[in-house]
């Protein structure tokens, strides 16, 4: 097998036109409109409150899923990150927070290493265990595009200004997204109903009709904050993960961005795509 490395380009601006687009394959575009949308919060080092413009852009309404990223593996014979270096980072209940183990075996087949289930009967689950680099691969293939960090927020916030896209009440999260209910990465004293991924789609959408934009996995966006420009060798990621709970990371909001070495394959990572 041979890394897919033709060289990337950037696909053309925004479309306007229907509200909402399918392509071939069965994903839904959402078009978020032209305009003046209210980003950030105050105080936020990485995300300062502040006002930007932007064109029109059709979102896809859900993350990625394995079955997406098989057919696009099947089609170019692509190796992935984590494949090609041995270097995902791997979790298993018991660990501490914020810790976690590199293993030599995972990659976005077996997201938690070859000697636990694979993603066999996971087709709709989002594809994790991937770097930026390959979700940009797979964006090449697809002519798709990775969502700008501003464009992603506008999306998810659908029209609010607060913290969550309903208001401040962060008990409402588990209503929208899949994320760790237990207190703390040890032990699973409490029944949770989808540990680690779920199938896309399971949660309540926001107001405009986008799934699983908190929890489930970490989104890759393009560009990095200002704050953190420069600094290449840096991926932006949004929204929390099924492994963020409401005592650590906690990054299941509109405001918080998360940071990753661009190389780096993580069980909670994956991403969604723009329509160019």
């Known amino acids: 097998m041979h890394r897919y490395n033709k060289p990337?380009?950037?696909?053309?601006?925004?479309?306007?036109?229907?509200?909402?687009?399918c392509s071939g394959s069965g994903e839904e575009y959402i078009q978020v409109p032209e305009g003046d949308y209210?980003?950030?919060?105050?105080?936020?080092?990485?995300?300062?409150r502040r006002t930007v413009h932007l064109e029109a852009f059709r979102l896809c309404s859900h993350e990625v899923t394995n079955a997406e990223f098989l057919e696009f593996v099947e089609a170019t014979g692509y190796v992935t990150t984590a494949e090609e270096l041995g270097n995902a980072m791997n979790?298993?209940?018991?660990?501490?927070?914020?810790?976690?183990?590199?293993?030599?075996?995972?990659?976005w087949r077996h997201p938690f290493g070859?000697?636990?289930?694979?993603?066999e009967g996971k087709e709709n689950h989002p594809v994790t265990c991937i770097s930026i680099l390959d979700a940009l691969a797979y964006c090449q293939w697809k002519k798709v595009r990775l969502p700008s960090l501003d464009e992603w927020e506008a999306a998810c916030r659908s029209g609010d200004t607060s913290r969550y896209f309903w208001g401040t009440d962060p008990g409402l999260v588990e209503t929208y997204g899949n994320i760790w209910i237990n207190p703390d990465h040890r032990d699973t004293p409490v029944h949770d109903p989808h540990l680690f991924t779920c199938a896309v789609k399971q949660y309540a959408p926001n107001p405009w009709g986008f799934y699983d934009m908190y929890g489930n996995v970490f989104e890759f966006c393009s560009g990095l904050p200002p704050y953190l420009e420069g600094q290449a060798q840096l991926a932006a990621a949004r929204?929390?993960?099924?492994?963020?709970?409401?005592?650590s990371c906690n990054y299941f909001n509109s405001a918080d961005i998360g940071r990753v070495n661009r190389y780096a394959s993580f069980p909670n990572h994956g991403f969604r795509t723009v329509l160019p």
């Open 91 to 107: 979790f298993r209940v018991g660990l501490g927070e914020y810790e976690w183990f590199e293993d030599s075996t995972a990659n």
């Open 38 to 48: 209210v980003l950030g919060q105050e105080g936020h080092p990485l995300n300062p």
């Open 239 to 247: 929204g929390g993960s099924w492994w963020c709970s409401k005592n």
């Open 8 to 21: 990337f380009k950037l696909f053309g601006l925004f479309l306007t036109g229907s509200v909402l687009a």
């Open 114 to 119: 070859t000697k636990a289930a694979g993603i």
